[in-house]
Structure formats: C-alpha cells, structure tokens
C-alpha cells in the first residue's frame, strides 16, 4: 500500500446528509411520543371534565363521552404527522412547528364532530374545539422541539467520548507496532492491519447525524477484531452468529465497536488464558436482538467506569425512545450485553 492509499483513508469523511433529509423536530413516528401525547390529551380531558361534574359517576361519563371525540382525534394527528414525515421535513422548523399546529386544529374539528355525532343536543362548538386542538397541539410540538434541541448537544457529547475512547494512545501504538512487526514476515497482513486501523479512524472522525445499519457496525467490529487478534493470538477466540434479517435495523454509530471493546479489555486483556468473545444477532419478528457476550478471568477484576454502556444507553433512547432496550450484567462468570431495537 502506498503512502496516496494510506492517507485516503483519513481524507474521506462520511458525505454530509442533503438539505432535504435534515431533523423532523416535528416527528409522531415513535411509540414512546404515541404514548405520551395520549396520556397527555387524556390528562387535560380529565382535569377539563371536573368543571360542572357534580359527582365522581357524572366526571367518569364526561370524561368517557369528552375521550370518545378527542382519542380518535389524537391518534389521527399522530397519523397524519407520521405520513406526513417526509414532507414535513423539507420545511424549516418554524414551518414544521406551524402545521403540526394546523394539524391540531383541523384535529380539534374532527374531535367536535365525533361528539356532535354522538350528542346532537345544541350547537357544536367549533371554534373552540378547533382552539382546543390548536393550543393541545402546539404543547405537544412544543415538547418535540425540546426534545430534538436536547438530542443535539447529547449526540455531540456522545461523539467526543467516542472519539477518546476509540483513539486511545495505546491501542493506536499496539497497533502501529503488530504492523511494523509483520512488515516482513507478513506484509499483506501488516497492510490488512492498517487498512482496519484507516477505518476505524475513519468512521470514529466521521461527521454523521443519522444513524447506521447494525450490518454496518458489524463490520466495523469485525476490523477492530481482527486488528486484536494479531495482538492477543489464540487469547482471543472469537465467535460470530448473524441473523442476515437483522442486518437491516437502525443503530446509533459507532454502537457495537466499544462494546466489542470493553469485552477484550476487561476479559481478554487481564487474562492469561485469554477469553472468548461471543457476538450475535437475532430477528424475533419486529424486534432485533443483539448480544456482545465475553468470559473473564477468575478473581477480582478491574471494574470499568461504565461509562460506554452509559453512552450506547443514551444514544438507543435518543434514536428508538422506548422501543430500544439495554441490559448488562454478569452470570456464572460470563458478561452479556444484550439489546433490543426495532427490525
């Protein structure tokens, strides 16, 4: 490999995303934002239907007759901004503030006719129902806007801690120094090595904003793997068992790779005998299972800081909200990380 070849790696960030594909702050495409945009209609209804309720039996049939007009009007909003994803995307975000507003009120309409529907007795407040939706609507946006500002700041974090703890110092000279090592015994090997070092360096300095395949980290981890099996030798046994239907699901960047890590560091790196390091996927019907399982050495170990399984924790709930799930923990002497996103 070439001195051109070997710097390329590092001078060909990831392509930024297109104008088109920016944030969606206003984004109902999330179990999690169903469910609290319809525990916070059903909050407002309830504390609305305690005017003029003269007993608890009278507030209950309000609230179910208020709930029968303004559910459906609800889960109707939710599905239009769902659909709606895609345009609604290429607006600025005051655009995208400014229609899930309107969607609120001509939801409020839909809401009003319900009940006109069920009750015929008098006029049906239109207006009202339309400022009603209007005003329910923009808190909702409101809490998205938030939560996309929040996401912000949160993944750069994330990113820098990533950064410094993929280009540690010494596994960038553990690494420089097994390739100097096989420069003559082994030069394809040694060039192989640096090719994973490039794109490991690669993809931790890319500038990427939306998420990765889990086929795609996959891969990743298998370079890192490769480059430690040079180090460790047959300390390190390695075993993969891939569900290609898996491969499709969405991942924050750069999720497996540290995993993969902390499992040679804590059980590999402190061991004599080495350690296995077992990483699988599995699709359960709409659901991806990935687990990052490793043996560790008889004894007290080194306790790590936690501070990696902290991070992929934070990026899963900013990506999948409470659809993802993380689990970590030791049993019989074996560590498994095991993690659920949508397939």
Known sequence: MDDSQILSTFQDPAPRPPAAARALVFD???????????????????VGALFGAASPQAWLLRLAW?????LPATLAWLVAGCLL??????????????????????????????????????????????????LLAAALVAALVLRARGRAPAETAARLAELQARIRPHFLFNTLNSAIALVREDPARAEAILEDLGDLFRHALADRSGPATLAE???????????????????????????????EARVPPLLLQPLV??????????????????????RRGRTVVLKVTNTLPAGPGAAGHGVAQANVRERLRLLHDVEAQFQAGLRDGVYQVRIEVPA
């Open 261 to 282: 890590e902390n499992a040679v560091v804590h059980g590999v790196e402190p061991s004599p005998e080495g350690a296995q390091v077992r990483i699988s996927t599995q």
């Open 217 to 247: 980290e996959v891969e990743l981890a298998r370079r890192y793997l490769d480059i430690e099996q040079v180090r460790f030798g047959a300390r390190l046994a390695v075993e993969w068992s891939l569900d290609p239907e898996a491969g």
């Open 66 to 70: 208020l709930s029968g007009g303004a």
């Open 28 to 46: 109902a495409c999330h179990v999690g934002v169903v469910l609290r945009a319809v525990l916070f209609v059903e909050a407002v209804l309830a």
């Open 85 to 134: 994803k895609k345009p609604l995307a290429r607006l600025a975000p005051l655009g995208q503030q400014v229609a899930g507003v309107l969607f609120g009120a001509v939801a409020g309409l839909y809401a009003c006719l319900m009940v006109a529907l069920a009750d015929p007795v008098g006029a049906p407040p239109w207006l009202a129902s339309a400022s009603a939706g209007a």
